[in-house]
Each structure stands twice: as C-alpha cells, then as structure tokens.
Nanobody
Framework: QVQLVESGGGLVQPGGSLRLSCAAS????????MGWYRQAPGKQRELVAA???????NYADSVKGRFTISRDNTKNTVYLQMNSLKTEDTAVYYC????????????WGQGTQVTVSS
C-alpha cells in the first residue's frame, strides 16, 4: 500500500521559515522522483519543487533561492525547507510521487496547510 504522509505545516510570519516533511512508503520512494506542489484558494495546483532519485532538483521560479527540496533515501522522506516566506506562499502543500516504471500514476499525500501572515 502506497502512503505519503506530510507534516510540518503551520502559521508563520512573513520572512519566517518552515520545513515540510513527507514520509513515503519504501516501495514507492525508492523508484520515484518526488515533488512538492501547492494549491492556493481559487488557483490551480502548481509544482513548487521536484527531486529525482539521483538528487537532481528543479524549482518554480517563484521559490528559487528561497526553498530547498531534499530527500533522505535512508528514511524514505522528502523535505521542503522554506525560507523568507511571503504571504503569497500561503497554500495547501502536497507531497507527490511521480509516475515511474513500477507505478504508472501520480500519488499524493493528504496535504498540509501553510499560512504566511502577520
């Protein structure tokens, strides 16, 4: 059974930091690129950052230089370190496992709320 479980969301002031974590089932983590998406009210879900099995990363332009995605292959966990947060970063953040040779569809976590407000 595939599971993605996010944690680490919350309320933070502008300029603050948060770290999101996503614990994944070992079966999917070992074969999948992982990513973080977000969805703000009234907007479409968008890719924030992604990381391949080998550790290559890519970021949305809006978060470059502020967010860092990483993965710990010994813990089957992917992280999103978010610094210099802005009010426009407010959204529900979702962990994602991309389709692979083993799993042919996207898998999603339940989402965690990040609110940036003074």
């Amino acid at each position: 059974q595939v599971q993605l479980v996010e944690s680490g969301g919350g309320l933070v002031q502008p300029g603050g930091s948060l770290r999101l974590s996503c614990a994944a089932s070992r079966s999917i983590f070992s074969v999948s690129a992982m990513g973080w998406y977000r969805q703000a009210p009234g907007k479409q879900r968008e890719l924030v950052a992604a990381i391949t099995i080998g550790g290559s990363t890519n970021y949305a332009d809006s978060v470059k230089g502020r967010f860092t995605i990483s993965r710990d292959n010994t813990k089957n966990t992917v992280y999103l370190q978010m610094n210099s947060l802005k009010t426009e970063d407010t959204a529900v953040y979702y962990c994602n496992a991309a389709p692979s040779l083993v799993y042919s569809k996207h898998y999603w976590g339940q989402g965690t709320q990040v609110t940036v407000s003074s």
